[in-house]
């Protein structure tokens, strides 16, 4: 009884998501190369300008947990680094142009994937995995085997291993997925690919190594969302939250028992992203957030970005569009810029990977 309604609400994402690939929906007269956009895109792990979306390179495709993209973001201060898959961190300093300060390794990352970014005081830790299944290397052929955890310490400009004792214990598992907590500590889900699969779960501490045993029900609701309508969110982040619905709604997508939206929110000066969903239905639409002091802004699968200033005050800003099977995966804003890194995605591979540096109308 389902089938037609799921059906239709695919439908709607595809068209949503075309409206960026295609570049159809843009305003009337906006110029192929805007003066305001600065496209980079990855090579080697240096950021390479190019002109605009018409100049992307092709790269052939690769897992994503291997492909050089950027994986995830986080501020330490007023400084955003950036998780560059396959090499390690990227510091950016805003500016125009804005500056790339890499701190790579190259024994450390290759063929792991940094699914998780948190920072600390003075430091980042990165969760790192090794995905067999979806990989271009044997395990016995890394530079370094066993390694999950890195926290990169800003003052000594350097990297530390973190072997949290179940790993130091059982050096054929793997962690392959984290959920942080508030407290700095993370909850681990632990797999051994065999003859049988087997998972464990662990509460680990960083700062001490310390680890005790969890179970997967703790793990599970750590990385559960919230109500985007429950008490934990605010009344001027909810407002966002209906602006992106009406916005979604208008090009037909509209959540509820076919469709959910997740909101993916990260703040500044907060350690860890908050998931908060609404409606129940199968199909997915996940729209990153950004909340700053002067505004919140939200990330649609078209393109648009949709802020909302401490005022009260409603904007929409088209991105440029991006051609036929690239999307923009993440936002920030750094400086007087939304940092919006995008990718080429045949999933499970990815091509092409960079960032984009918009200029925003009030910093002009």
Same mark, same amino acid.
């Given at each position: 009884?389902?089938r037609?309604?799921?059906?239709?609400a695919?439908l709607?994402?595809?068209?949503?998501?075309?409206?960026?690939?295609?570049?159809?929906?843009?305003?009337? +007269?906006r110029?192929?190369?805007?003066?305001?956009?600065?496209?980079?895109?990855?090579?080697?792990?240096?950021?390479d300008?190019?002109?605009?979306p018409?100049?992307?390179?092709?790269?052939?495709?690769?897992?994503?947990?291997?492909?050089?993209?950027?994986?995830?973001l986080?501020?330490?201060?007023?400084?955003?680094?950036?998780?560059?898959?396959?090499?390690?961190?990227?510091?950016?300093?805003?500016?125009?142009?804005?500056?790339?300060?890499?701190?790579?390794d190259?024994?450390?990352?290759?063929?792991?994937?940094?699914?998780?970014?948190?920072?600390?005081?003075?430091?980042?830790?990165?969760?790192?995995y090794?995905?067999?299944?979806?990989?271009?290397?044997?395990?016995?052929?890394?530079?370094?085997?066993?390694?999950?955890?890195?926290?990169?310490?800003?003052?000594?400009?350097?990297?530390?291993?973190l072997?949290p004792?179940f790993?130091?214990?059982?050096?054929?598992?793997?962690?392959?997925?984290?959920?942080?907590?508030?407290?700095?500590?993370?909850?681990?889900?632990?797999?051994?690919a065999?003859?049988?699969?087997?998972?464990?779960?662990?509460?680990?501490?960083?700062?001490?190594?310390?680890?005790?045993?969890?179970?997967?029900?703790?793990?599970?609701q750590?990385?559960?969302?919230?109500?985007?309508?429950?008490?934990?969110?605010?009344?001027?982040?909810?407002?966002?939250?209906?602006?992106c619905?009406?916005?979604?709604?208008a090009?037909?997508?509209?959540?509820?028992?076919?469709?959910?939206?997740?909101?993916?929110?990260?703040?500044?000066?907060a350690?860890?992203?908050?998931?908060?969903?609404?409606?129940?239905?199968?199909?997915f639409?996940?729209?990153?957030?950004?909340?700053?002091?002067e505004?919140g802004?939200?990330?649609?699968?078209?393109?648009?970005?949709?802020?909302?200033?401490?005022?009260?005050?409603?904007?929409?800003?088209?991105?440029?569009?991006?051609?036929?099977?690239?999307?923009?995966?993440?936002?920030?804003?750094?400086?007087?810029?939304?940092?919006v890194?995008?990718?080429?995605?045949?999933?499970?591979?990815? +091509?092409?990977?960079?960032?984009?540096?918009?200029?925003l109308?009030a910093e002009?």
């Amino acid at each position: 009884m389902r089938r037609r309604p799921i059906a239709a609400a695919c439908l709607a994402l595809l068209a949503l998501a075309g409206c960026a690939r295609s570049g159809t929906g843009r305003a009337a +007269g906006r110029p192929e190369v805007d003066p305001d956009a600065r496209f980079f895109q990855l090579a080697g792990g240096i950021f390479d300008r190019v002109a605009g979306p018409s100049g992307f390179k092709r790269r052939s495709p690769r897992p994503w947990t291997v492909q050089e993209r950027i994986a995830d973001l986080a501020f330490v201060g007023d400084t955003l680094w950036l998780a560059v898959n396959s090499h390690g961190l990227a510091s950016v300093v805003p500016g125009d142009p804005p500056s790339f300060a890499a701190r790579y390794d190259d024994w450390l990352f290759p063929y792991r994937t940094i699914t998780t970014l948190v920072p600390g005081q003075g430091s980042l830790t990165c969760h790192l995995y090794y995905n067999a299944t979806l990989n271009t290397a044997a395990r016995e052929s890394l530079k370094a085997e066993g390694i999950s955890f890195l926290r990169f310490e800003i003052g000594i400009d350097d990297y530390v291993v973190l072997l949290p004792p179940f790993q130091r214990r059982n050096p054929e598992w793997e962690a392959v997925g984290v959920a942080p907590l508030a407290n700095g500590e993370f909850l681990v889900e632990w797999k051994l690919a065999a003859d049988e699969t087997s998972f464990a779960w662990t509460r680990f501490v960083p700062l001490t190594l310390a680890e005790a045993p969890s179970t997967r029900e703790a793990y599970r609701q750590a990385l559960a969302s919230s109500p985007a309508d429950g008490a934990a969110v605010s009344g001027g982040v909810r407002l966002l939250f209906d602006a992106c619905l009406a916005e979604l709604a208008a090009k037909g997508v509209r959540a509820g028992g076919t469709v959910t939206v997740l909101f993916v929110v990260r703040e500044q000066n907060a350690a860890l992203k908050h998931t908060f969903r609404t409606g129940t239905g199968d199909a997915f639409v996940t729209v990153p957030v950004f909340l700053a002091t002067e505004a919140g802004r939200a990330l649609l699968p078209d393109g648009r970005v949709v802020s909302l200033g401490a005022d009260g005050t409603k904007d929409v800003l088209e991105l440029p569009a991006l051609p036929s099977g690239f999307r923009y995966t993440d936002l920030a804003r750094s400086g007087g810029h939304l940092v919006v890194p995008w990718e080429e995605v045949r999933f499970p591979d990815v +091509g092409a990977a960079g960032v984009l540096f918009y200029r925003l109308p009030a910093e002009k």
